[in-house]
């Protein structure tokens, strides 16, 4: 028989565990506004209340969009944001929440305001640009000649800042806001968004029990007014 101190010890070390437990590991390729290293971003703090009305805390990494799929995938990590709905049909241990964290709006960059773009199909005649992993703009330019996937957001504007090609595809948001917050100079939006689609959240499919308590509790920030209060605090400046 252990002695009572012992037992107690093991008492208090599970229940140390199981809170340990409570914390998953969300990942996205997402910057300012919508994530930010630090979490100040309003998908960040969506997410966090939302999990947070579950009973449960995350922590944020960012990551490359390609790798922040494989490692979901792989199960590295329990979650990513966010993502086209469609994304688990290449993935099969991706599950999405079915309850949109908001929406994305794809636009096209370039450094000639005269260009005519209005459409993904209106992109064919010239060389674009587009991040790895980023399934609309992907599905969108599949049968286009000359198309470039790159890493990350930094490579994106440098392709198109040293000319190498004509057009990125971009969200339009966190374009116009990286063109700001670094004084680029001589680079656009060129006409209304090619897209407007829902984004979503995917869990590695071992939490697949969450996916509809989670699904609910977006639904209700939207009904009670958080999700709207959240975005307007980080967006209201801008």
Known sequence: MFPRRVHLVLAFGLAGALLGAQTLSLVTDDVYPR????????????????????????????????RAVLNVNQGIDDGLYVK?????????????????????EFAAFGRDPSMKISGYPSLATYSVAFIR????????????????RVKDDQALFEMLLH????????????????????????????????????????????HRDLVPRLASALKSMKADGTWRRIVDSVLGGL
């Open 84 to 104: 086209v709905a469609g994304v688990e049909s290449g993935y099969p241990n991706l599950v999405m929440v079915p309850e949109s964290v908001c929406d994305y």
């Open 163 to 206: 000319g190498r090609v004509d057009i990125i595809v971009y969200e339009a948001l966190q374009g116009r806001v990286w063109i700001r917050d670094r004084g680029l100079e001589g680079v656009y939006q060129l006409g209304p968004p090619l897209a407007t689609t829902e984004m979503f959240l995917y869990l590695n499919a071992r």
């Open 35 to 66: 994530s930010t290293p630090d979490g100040r971003g309003f998908e960040d703090r969506i997410l966090r209340e939302a999990f947070r009305r579950i009973g449960l805390a995350v922590r944020i990494t960012p990551l490359p969009s390609e």
């Open 133 to 148: 992993g980023w399934k609309n703009p992907e599905a969108a330019t599949a049968s286009m000649k000359t198309v470039t």
